[in-house]
């Protein structure tokens, strides 16, 4: 496994991609954006098609933290088999390990970090959000740790099929190496080339061209998340209404039963009419929980649009420092000028200084021309290639926009059929359960 | 069975002997009219004089002709409606329009229209059941709002009072023995002084206070042999109650529960159209769900209202009904507790045996007239309450199923909307 770091720029090389079963040919080096090459987004298959990924199931495992206390955390199991094994007719045994949540927060930071221009997949949500009040939440919960492992297992399916993040090495190591993952990682230096978040927040800030279709992304990803969230919430509001509707029924059930023992010839139908009630009551638990199913994929959009933000922040950086760079240039070569011509035109600390201690000697106005010119020859290329960064971040981060927004087009569209499918699914079994109810009273 | 007499209804203060022989005849005829003028004029009797020789008939034959009414043939048609409020410098309430029509010939004319309040209603109730002690008279809608006076002149209350009211002269007017009732007959007919001065009528105060004082002592006395059946009706009685009451309870909780579903709903259209307003391509989803979302909230008002109109009245109406039996059966006791009692008397008294003789036997027939009574309208009740508890029942199915359907509808007309592309997204899935 060879680092090859190079500068300031994230390397991570896949020369040893040892798997025999891949048949991955082209050349896996992954680098940053300073010399991206363009043929990896073009040609090669995303991971997901030579092999089969899945979150299987999850367990509780006790052990010890940081702070070498007892916790209880849950562990999922992550199984991955090539598709040549399965099409072969013979059905191997799938490799299998085991990861806990904190290990793909680590998978994606790195992701993040190593990826800047590509909008990332989120990850399912750390706590419960959005809860409706019989929702437990508590991560410990079963039904939680069962929407987690679903949503766990989408965002490895997501990332293995993206054309570009699914040729990270990590990432196939985060699959199949077992022990020693995390150093691995960790050996990448990713968290070095992290920007702070006081770097990014001064440069959305500060930036003054930034490009308008970046800035109208931001707008959008705002918009996005409020939305969403206030759907969210209106959503679970709604649920525990429907819940305590449905509930409520049950009661029927209850009373109609003590009810018949007193009636002769209404006992029977009061009886029967009382089991559906029953049976109505109870059918709202799978309602909310298909239901629930609607709120992840609605949330997942939700945590996209936070990955939105963080692409449109990056470009901010990377315009903000061209800014600064083209800005220091100016103000050299400047400088340079005032040193030449002997005038000051603008107001400087120099100016006042020679205006108060004396102009300085030739020879060593001479030397600090000679330190300015170089100054300006570098700062000149780093406007060049300040400028070519900027411009191929703009573009491919916009291919990968493009491609985002086809997905959650898509995706949402089907969401929202798939919500109106589970009405109509709500709807059937209500007309079923009154018709069924109907017949019993009809027969008092 | 055509009522042709013209003068029964007329004779309720007629002597006894003239009764008498009315009676005779139009037994043989199988009148259900004099049959009933009968019934009125001897549990309305406080004077032991004027009982004794109008006896003839045994309550079991009386009860016979009583069952041959049961295909009640409806002639007496009434409508409570046009509420207006009056204000008065003492008061301020509201009086509603009774329009009366009838093709009884006890009745001078075949339609009557008068004004009436809710204190007429509640003097009518009382009435019928000092004139009729042990029938079950189903109740008025309640007096008093809990949640406050002001409630008395909101609209919808007025509107499921003048409902209520509706429904408790009809019944009278459907009951055979109750409808032939004389105060019954001037509450529908009489114009406003008259039916004041009417009111003032009757058996004096002090009559009024004896009745009452001799049926306190008779509850406090309590009955001694009750028979086994009447036992059984009190039992199922209090049952019934505590059911009906559960039962009303939960079908209030179910309205006021799918209200705040509703209240929460209407929140979702907005919000997708909101979004909607950020997109591009989800523009039309997006709104088609809005707009079905805000279709669902119209449909879910519909089955609130047809909730709250149609079942929640009647459950509640039998919750009233147990007290009512509860009422009945005590009056029941009391008479029973009356006659035990000069019963003991005689055992005890040396004195005025004879009288006394005469009166124990007046009362042990006022015992059997009000059982009999009873069990036959009792089992008339029960019918009435089956019929209408089902029909409730049948109405709240009716109108979910209703509710479902048309929910269904909506949603399936939004997937025919986007039907095209659900089929691409299943080409582009394989």
């Known amino acids: ?444 | 069975m055509e009522s042709e007499s013209s003068s029964s209804a007329a004779s309720v203060s007629g002597s006894p002997a003239q009764t008498v022989t009315d009676l005779s005849r139009h037994m043989l005829e199988q009148d259900e009219d004099d049959d009933l003028e009968v019934f009125s004029k001897d549990a309305t009797l406080t004077d032991a004089s004027s009982f004794s020789a109008s006896m003839p008939m045994s309550p079991a034959s009386m009860i016979n002709q009583y069952k041959l009414e049961e295909q009640d043939i409806k002639d007496v048609f009434i409508t409570v409606d046009c509420p207006e409020s009056h204000v008065t410098s003492i008061e301020t309430f509201v009086t509603y329009r009774v329009i009366t029509k009838t093709t009884r010939s006890e009745f001078d004319s075949s339609e009557y229209e008068v004004r009436r309040r809710y204190q007429d209603f509640l003097w009518l109730k009382g009435k019928l059941e000092e004139a009729h002690p042990t029938l079950i008279i189903n109740p008025l809608p309640e007096k008093f709002v809990m949640k406050g006076m002001m409630e008395r002149f909101n609209d919808g209350f007025i509107e499921t009072r003048r409902k209520a009211l509706q429904k408790f002269v009809n019944r009278i007017a459907d009951h055979p023995i109750l409808s032939f009732n004389e105060d019954f007959k001037v509450f529908l007919t009489a114009q406003a002084w008259e039916l004041v001065s009417h009111k003032k009528q009757g058996p004096g105060l002090l009559s009024r206070i004896g009745e009452t004082v001799r049926a306190v002592a008779a509850s406090v006395r309590g009955v001694q042999n009750r028979p086994e059946e009447f036992t059984a009706m009190n039992d199922y009685v209090e049952t019934f109650g505590q059911k009906m009451g559960m039962l009303d309870k939960i079908a209030q909780r179910i309205v006021k529960e799918q209200k705040e579903y509703l209240e929460g709903m209407k929140e979702c259209g907005p919000v997708y159209t909101l979004w909607s307003g950020s997109e591009d391509q989800l523009v039309e989803p997006l709104k088609a769900i809005a707009g079905c979302i805000d279709n669902c909230c119209k449909v879910t008002e519909e089955q609130v209202a047809g909730l709250s109109e149609n079942q929640v009245p009647i459950l509640h109406e039998y919750v009233l009904c147990a007290e009512t039996l509860k009422a009945v059966l005590r009056r029941r006791d009391n008479i029973q507790a009356e006659y035990e009692s000069k019963v003991d008397a005689l055992a005890n008294k040396k004195a005025d045996k004879e009288n006394l003789k005469e009166e124990i036997g007046r009362l042990e027939d006022k015992v059997e007239c009000a059982n009999n009574t009873l069990k036959v309208d009792w089992e008339r009740w029960k019918r009435n309450m089956q019929g209408d508890v089902k029909s409730a029942f049948v109405d709240m199915a009716d109108t979910n199923m209703n509710y479902y359907k048309k929910r269904l509808a909506i949603w399936e007309s939004f997937l025919t909307s986007q039907k095209t592309d659900v089929h691409l997204e299943k080409d582009t899935d394989s």
């Open chain 1, 1 to 444: 496994m060879a680092d090859s770091t190079s500068e300031d720029v994230a390397v991570v090389g896949n020369t040893d991609f040892a798997a025999a079963d891949l048949h991955n040919n082209t050349n896996n080096t992954v680098t940053g954006y300073s010399s991206f090459s363009k043929t990896m987004m073009e040609e090669g298959v995303p991971l997901l098609k030579k092999m089969e990924i899945s979150v299987s199931e999850a367990e509780k495992r006790t052990g010890k933290n940081a702070v070498n206390m007892q916790e209880v955390y849950t562990v999922y199991l992550i199984e991955t088999r090539p598709v040549d094994a399965i099409t072969e007719g013979q059905s191997t045994a799938p490799d299998s390990l085991w990861r806990r949540y904190s290990e793909f927060e680590l998978l994606r930071n790195y992701l993040l970090v190593t990826f800047p221009y590509i909008v990332v997949p989120p990850l399912p949500e750390k706590r419960a959000e959005f809860v409706w009040h019989k929702l437990s939440a508590d991560n410990m919960d079963p039904d939680f740790v069962e929407r987690r492992r679903i949503g766990l297992e989408n965002f490895l399916l997501r990332v293995a099929s993206h054309s570009v993040l699914s040729k990270d090495k990590i990432f196939y190591l985060f699959l199949t190496q077992d022990d020693g993952w995390k150093d691995v990682v960790y050996d990448t230096g990713f968290q070095a080339k992290a920007d702070s978040r006081l770097k990014a927040l001064n440069a959305t800030f500060r930036v003054k061209n930034p490009d308008k279709r970046y800035t109208e992304l931001k707008h959008y990803s705002d918009e996005l998340q409020s939305v969403i969230s206030q759907l969210l919430r209106v959503r679970a509001k709604v649920a525990d209404r429907l819940y305590g509707v449905y509930k409520v029924h049950g009661n029927y059930g209850r009373v109609f039963s003590e009810w018949s023992a007193i009636e002769r010839e209404m006992g029977d139908g009061l009886q029967s009419a009382g089991h559906h009630m029953d049976a109505y009551a109870a059918s709202v638990d799978d309602i909310l929980e298909e239901e629930e199913h609607y709120a992840d994929q609605l949330k997942e959009y939700l945590y996209y649009s936070e990955s939105l933000r963080a692409v449109c922040r990056k470009h901010e950086l990377i315009q903000y420092e061209l800014e600064m760079a083209a800005q220091d240039l100016i103000s050299k070569k400047q400088q340079r000028e005032e040193l030449a011509t002997g005038t000051v035109r603008t107001f400087s600390l120099k100016g006042m200084t020679s205006k108060l201690f004396g102009q300085e000697t030739p020879e060593q106005r001479e030397a600090k021309l000679k330190v300015l010119e170089e100054q300006i020859v570098e700062g000149e290329e780093l406007v060049k290639t300040s400028n070519a960064e900027c411009d191929e971040y703009v573009r491919n981060a916009w291919i990968d926009i493009d491609r985002f927004k086809e997905q959650k087009n898509q995706d949402l569209k089907e969401a929202l059929i798939s919500y109106a499918v589970m009405q109509i699914s709500m709807c059937k079994k209500g007309i079923q359960v009154w018709t069924n109810a109907k017949e019993c009273f009809s027969k008092m």
